[in-house]
């Protein structure tokens, strides 16, 4: 509503009416989530104060400390660094036209955090508690400390900026980056705040009619996943279009850059693939096993000359170094599973943390057994061990990466057949009555995003 009234949408327009309504219907904007109310803030439409306080000198806490960048998800790292900067500076965005959207707001409203439905009370309470205490002593905090905060910071994003493919390779930690060097008065030409800046164009598509961003690409998970399909299906040409892509696949393994994963896991080596063209910093689980997979098939299947013994050895041992002491495996990092934080006011999305997955999991331990592990053998059982725990009453399973019971119990079965789970299983028989019971009338399946309320 914002953005197209700044172009100069009329709010009389239908589709002006429309979002209005269903904005006031909700309690209004002062009900936004906490990302949109940062942006409220820079621009001016709500205080400062409406923002969960985040002091930068976080990033300058030991790990021991109980709120530490490093026990966050890689994502919720990438988009809140340069954020400190931003929320430390408290700039003013650019709005030429002086663009205002009052009527936004319910009259007499309070624009601030509430209790989000996955939150425990008592530690809303006690993290509510603490960013009050935290506004008031803003104003206080050490110059000194707080210059080295923002110095910090800065090092963090450019250290992961990760050349045109941007900061973490997602739109919302390359927009805060660009605002945050922005802020800090770097010149459109400088060379780090002009790569940012390259990295959002690179995700613009633009058409005639319509123009949108992409949140982030993943050429590395659809090319595994090609590969399997086309390894599937056969046919003349397969080994010639599997072999083109396995030599594309292979030199984007991250075998050389320590990621934020090396904190939990200092003594693993490097190995693993990520989701996007290009992000060192952050391979991913899920890709790597889909790509050792499709590697492994290649050079049995297709052509002998498709050589990738190196690169599954080194996939293997990346995944294996990541499993969680509970069995099962995250996205990005080993043990993330400090729950406590999704209690912060920040954390109202409740998507702070990476722990491990079902889904990730199924992938990881299909990968395993698809290589010559043994269901005996203590990585591979503690998988299977973890799958049987997390599976749902109902028999489904839980699907973090994709749309969502039905993605998340394909990834569980599929993994624990490969690992030689038996189809009578009790475990492997109630997700396909599961999935039996759920099939649509005109014979096939389907879910929406609802599904995750």
Same mark, same amino acid.
């Given at each position: ?55 930068? @000198?976080?990033?300058?806490? *030991? ?14 790292? /990438? ?59 803003? *104003?206080?905090? #050490? ?28 739109? #919302? ?14 010149? @459109?030409?400088? #060379? ?56 594309? &696949? ?15 896991? *200092? ?84 998507? &702070?943390?990476?722990? *491990? /997955? ?57 993994? &624990? ?8 299983? #009790? ?27």
């Amino acid at each position: 509503y914002f953005a197209l009234k700044m172009i100069g949408d009329s709010p009389d327009a239908p589709h002006m009416r429309e979002a209005r309504a269903a904005i006031l219907a909700r309690g209004g904007a002062q009900k936004a989530n906490v990302f949109t109310r940062f942006l409220l803030a820079l621009y001016g439409e709500i205080s400062w104060d409406a923002v969960p306080a985040i002091p930068v @000198e976080l990033i300058l806490l *030991p790990r021991w400390f109980p709120v530490h960048l490093t026990k966050m998800s890689y994502w919720a790292r /990438t988009v809140l660094v340069p954020l400190l900067v931003l929320q430390a500076l408290k700039p003013r965005a650019c709005n030429r036209r002086g663009i205002r959207i009052g009527e936004l707001f319910l009259p007499g409203g309070a624009v601030a955090s509430s209790r989000a439905a996955h939150q425990n009370p008592a530690w809303a309470a006690f993290f509510g508690a603490l960013d009050r205490v935290l506004k008031h002593a803003g *104003p206080f905090w #050490p110059k000194r400390s707080r210059r080295r905060a923002i110095e910090a910071c800065v090092v963090f994003v450019s250290e992961r900026l990760n050349g045109e493919d941007g900061l973490g390779a997602i739109f #919302p930690a390359m927009a805060n980056s660009v605002m945050m060097y922005d802020a800090l008065g770097y010149s @459109e030409t400088h #060379p780090e705040r002009a790569i940012a800046r390259k990295s959002i164009e690179n995700l613009l598509i633009v058409k005639e009619h319509e123009a949108y961003c992409q949140p982030c690409v993943s050429p590395i998970w659809d090319t595994a996943l090609v590969c399997h399909t086309l390894m599937e299906v056969g046919g003349a040409d397969t080994a010639a279009r599997v072999g083109r892509a396995v030599e594309w &696949l292979k030199p984007r393994q991250v075998l050389d850059v320590k990621g934020d994963w090396i904190v939990a896991r *200092p003594h693993v080596r490097p190995g693993g693939w990520a989701f996007q063209y290009n992000n060192a910093h952050y391979p991913d689980l899920d890709d790597t096993a889909a790509v050792v997979m499709a590697l492994d098939r290649a050079r049995n299947e297709c052509d002998a000359t498709l050589d990738g013994e190196q690169a599954i050895g080194r996939g293997r041992e990346w995944v294996l170094g990541l499993q969680s002491v509970n069995g099962g495996w995250g996205a990005f990092d080993a043990d993330n599973m400090y729950g406590y934080l999704n209690n912060i006011p920040f954390a109202d999305h409740g998507a &702070l943390l990476d722990p *491990p /997955t079902a889904d990730v999991s199924g992938r990881c331990i299909g990968m395993l057994a698809q290589l010559g592990m043994k269901s005996g053998e203590r990585e591979l059982s503690d998988g299977i061990a973890y799958l049987r725990k997390v599976q749902e009453k109902d028999g489904s399973w839980f699907g973090r990466w994709g749309v969502n019971y039905i993605y998340g119990t394909w990834s569980a079965l599929a993994g &624990l057949n490969g690992a030689g789970v038996a189809p009578g299983d #009790p475990a492997m028989r109630h997700a396909a009555q599961w999935l039996i019971a759920i099939q649509n009338e005109d014979g096939g399946w389907g879910e929406d995003c609802n599904s995750y309320k």
